[in-house]
């Protein structure tokens, strides 16, 4: 599998995390909703190019900044 696999998978998992620490509400529903679009682009990985995951990724990067949950990103920092 690549690396981009265990990218997004990573991210997908922090995801969850943060969603899971959220009261109920909007904001978990929109959490869970860049969870899922993080999984689907670890699944999607290793059959596509990463320069088609690109703008997908900052999509779901811009979508999770504007929920306002300020947790680093733990991938993020191992690289």
Do not use: W
Not at 16 to 34: D, E, I, N, S
């Amino acid at each position: 599998m690549s690396h981009s696999h265990h990218y997004f998978l990573g991210h997908a998992r922090e995801a969850v995390v943060k969603a899971r620490q959220l009261p109920r509400g909007r904001m978990k529903t929109k959490q869970r909703a860049v969870a899922r679009v993080y999984h689907l682009l670890a699944k999607e990985a290793p059959c596509l190019p990463n320069l088609h995951h690109i703008e997908d990724f900052r999509r779901a990067r811009q979508a999770e900044e504007s929920l306002g949950v300020n947790k680093p990103h733990t991938a993020l920092e191992q690289s």
